[in-house]
């Protein structure tokens, strides 16, 4: 029961009740915070209206009620007030943050069990976003702005043509019947036939979206997509206090069950020239060490697959690493933005990474040991992990999911022995699961690599967490009897589950992009290969008496170049953009233009004064005198200190 100086107020809202015990002296404007505590974390606390009627009644807002106490309006014990409010802007599916109102105090959160939150305790790795990420767009197909490739294939039916079947079929040639009409791109009998193991991710759209929206019951348009989510979900409206001070079934993520994914995002990799692994190889060749790359390059259709999405690779590129025998450490890659800016201008992306796990097998036939096969594993967990986080760092947009956003188009390829002591190229994929996962901190690699561990609730003192919440996981597997079977996932599970392969490849007939010839490597000064400018100069062909102008522009077709070069600075932007035209279309009108650029000129002048010059004479280490004796320079030196040429 509340003293007699005390007051409940009941509250009501769109999103529930609430009570609050007051003090008749308190003013309005006091109310706010602990309002705030039971609202939405995406409400707008300059919005927030009082009235005493939910409909027709007076309304007044809640900042405007400054210096007014609730004894003045008269309101009695047990009344009622009815709140109104607007929530924040959403930007791309999130919100922008709760407004800071001056003078508030910051709220701590405590754990369950009472005890307060230190500011020093560790934050996950990827915190989620403030504001609501389980944030819908209203119309994602309106506002998402996707690739150029996904509309034209959203443009496509993806129908699978079949000829007229002799036995079967007895209409006229123009005639159409069950055994000649055409399928569709996910249909079960045409994967089979073609050995195609994971759907393409427009066919499995056009598979769900035919079960979600049926266009004969004319009902309201829903995207057909929506990514998992394994977090609590903030914003509950059942008006508790936010995890992890509170929790409820409205709000705390449902048991996950693991199963094989049946799409892939992209469906195959192309590299446009072997040459592309040669160069990551001959690091390995030179060393021994292991060796990371990421690939540059963009997405086309892939018709060998219904849908299908390759992604093709123009380019590798190797950051800062300490490279090691059984792997490697990436350092801090600081002129990230630069080159993902050159690749730009190339008209490229980042599209994945690959890495080296090469041991030789020692038998002096340069063959390698064979690590990763269908009894051991093909992806290790801290491989997995590594995959979902840039897979979750490059985020796919499409209209089609109610967040605009959906997996990802990041791949990872590793080279590795195969079965006949060859080094092979493998394409993975993490799946969406596995990314969720990781972005909630639920999983965390094992020291044996073929699985994966469940995290514990605890910190390693043996504190409940306050930034994770481990929801059951399940797994189905075949057990002995050949039966389905449902086992718990933890404490460790395979990594199969979280895994999806793609087929690879090199063209048919190669026609790189950047035809130039070879310039030394990035980040490989521990084998001796610096990236200088009498290097440039050589590649430019620039000495110290002759420019030769056309040999440097064809030669300028090299991504490697073309990064050092805007790393330098001479360039101007559009003289960098003409050369990025240059260097990739190898049009000779655009190689003329940038001849006549004074920031060319400029370049090749101070590469003529510092680039490549000729090769000195050796001085000969002794003279020898008319009588046959010889004479060491040293000598020689300190005979001709003492004379003058005067």
Not at 127 to 156: C, E, Y
Not at 195 to 209: D, P, T, V, W
Not at 240 to 245: A, I, N, S, V, Y
């Amino acid at each position: 029961m509340p003293s007699s100086n005390t007051l409940l107020l009941r509250f009501e809202s769109k999103d529930g009740q609430f009570r609050l015990t007051v003090s008749p002296t308190d003013e309005f404007t006091s109310l706010l915070s602990p309002i705030l505590d039971k609202l939405p974390r995406n409400v707008d606390p300059t919005t927030i209206t009082l009235s005493n009627k939910p409909h027709g009644g007076e309304e007044r807002r809640l900042n405007s009620l400054a210096g007014v106490t609730i004894e003045r309006v008269g309101l009695q014990h047990g009344a009622k007030l009815y709140l109104k409010y607007h929530e924040q802007a959403q930007t791309n599916g999130y919100t922008s943050g709760p407004t800071t109102i001056p003078g508030q105090p910051h709220i701590s959160a405590h754990r369950l069990n009472g005890l307060p939150i230190l500011p020093t305790e560790d934050l996950p790795i990827a915190p989620p976003p403030q504001g609501s990420p389980t944030a819908t767009i209203k119309n994602p197909w309106d506002v998402v702005k996707q690739s150029p490739l996904d509309d034209m294939l959203d443009k496509q039916d993806g129908k699978i043509p079949r000829p007229r079947d002799q036995k079967m079929c007895r209409h006229g040639p123009k005639g159409m019947c069950d055994y000649c009409m055409p399928l569709e791109p996910y249909a079960p009998e045409y994967l089979e036939e073609k050995k195609i193991k994971h759907l393409s991710f427009h066919s499995y759209l056009r598979k769900i979206n035919s079960a979600t929206n049926k266009p004969e019951l004319k009902s309201s348009y829903m995207p057909p997509l929506s990514e998992p989510y394994y977090r609590v979900k903030r914003d509950c409206p059942s008006g508790h206090p936010p995890w992890p001070e509170g929790i409820c079934t409205k709000c705390q993520p449902s048991a996950i069950t693991l199963q094989a994914q049946q799409f892939r995002m992209v469906d195959h990799v192309e590299f446009s020239t072997p040459a592309l692994i040669d160069t990551l190889l001959d690091y390995w060749r030179k060393t021994g060490s292991q060796r990371l790359g990421f690939m540059y390059g963009h997405y086309e259709a892939y018709t060998e697959v219904p849908l299908g999405i390759k992604a093709v690779v123009e380019a590798i590129y190797e950051p800062p690493q300490l490279d090691e025998v059984d792997g490697c450490t990436l350092h801090e890659w600081e002129n990230e933005a630069e080159v993902d800016e050159v690749a730009r201008l190339c008209g490229l992306q980042k599209v994945g990474v690959i890495f080296t796990d090469l041991i030789d097998a020692g038998a002096g036939d340069s063959t390698v040991v064979c690590k990763r096969h269908i009894d051991s594993y093909y992806l290790s967990s801290l491989e997995i992990a590594f995959a979902a986080r840039l897979q979750a760092q490059n985020p796919k947009p499409t209209k089609w999911s109610d967040t605009g956003r959906y997996g990802s188009n990041f791949v990872t390829c590793v080279l590795s022995g195969d079965e006949d002591g060859g080094i092979a190229i493998s394409a993975f994929q993490a799946s969406n699961s596995a990314v969720e996962m990781i972005r909630a901190d639920i999983v965390e690699p094992s020291a044996d690599p073929s699985v994966m561990l469940v995290r514990a609730e605890e910190e390693d003192d043996g504190m409940p967490s306050r930034t994770r919440y481990i929801p059951e996981v399940f797994y189905r597997r075949i057990n002995e009897y050949g039966a389905s079977v449902q086992e718990n996932a933890k404490p460790s599970f395979p990594v199969e589950y979280l895994l999806v392969t793609l087929t690879h490849g090199f063209p048919t007939e190669s026609t790189p992009m950047f035809n130039g010839s070879e310039f030394p490597v990035e980040n490989r000064a521990t084998i001796g290969e610096n990236q200088e400018l009498r290097d440039v100069a050589k590649k430019l062909g620039v000495g110290s008496s002759r420019v030769d102008a056309e040999k440097g522009v064809r030669s300028a077709s090299n991504f490697h170049l073309l990064c050092f070069l805007h790393g330098i600075g001479i360039l101007s932007k559009d003289e960098e953009a003409l050369l990025c035209r240059v260097a990739t279309t190898h049009d000779l009108s655009d190689g003329f233009q940038l001849l006549n650029t004074p920031g060319w000129a400029t370049l090749l002048a101070i590469l003529q004064e510092s680039g490549e010059r000729p090769p000195k004479r050796p001085s000969p280490s002794s003279f020898r005198e008319d009588d046959g004796s010889t004479i060491d320079h040293e000598q020689l030196t300190k005979r001709f200190k003492g004379v003058s040429l005067r």
